[in-house]
């Protein structure tokens, strides 16, 4: 396989090229935009945590005898409160340094 006619393209060039086709989103940085972000990832780590929770009470009462699935959904919402939690944890070190700023 030839792939030398490749040399010409740079991450640039491919960045444009998806933006073009609509194959990613524009990156949007605005202040709404990250805060819908965040919203959305609070939210998705609820829906998992309610998840985890009502697994454990299907095992608990006999419904469901797959500890293989409880054991997914707890590890699912462990990561995703753990990531939740260091995401909280940089904005919070973000807004102590801006509030550090002398203006």
Same mark, same amino acid.
């Given at each position: 396989m030839d792939i030398s006619v490749l040399n010409g393209v740079t991450s640039d060039y491919l960045n444009n090229f998806a933006q073009n086709e609509s194959l990613v989103q524009k990156k949007d940085d605005s202040f709404s935009s990250v805060l819908s972000s965040a919203m959305d990832a609070i939210d998705e780590t609820n829906d998992l945590q309610n998840d985890a929770e009502s697994e454990t009470i299907r095992f608990a @009462?006999? $419904?469901? $005898?797959? *500890?293989?699935? !409880? !054991?997914?959904?707890? *590890?699912?919402? @462990? *990561?995703? !409160?753990?990531?939740t939690t260091a995401v909280r944890d940089k904005m919070i070190d973000a807004y102590k340094e801006i509030m550090q700023i002398s203006i």
């Open positions: @009462l006999g $419904e469901s $005898e797959n *500890t293989h699935d !409880l !054991l997914i959904a707890q *590890t699912k919402a @462990l *990561t995703a !409160l753990q990531y």
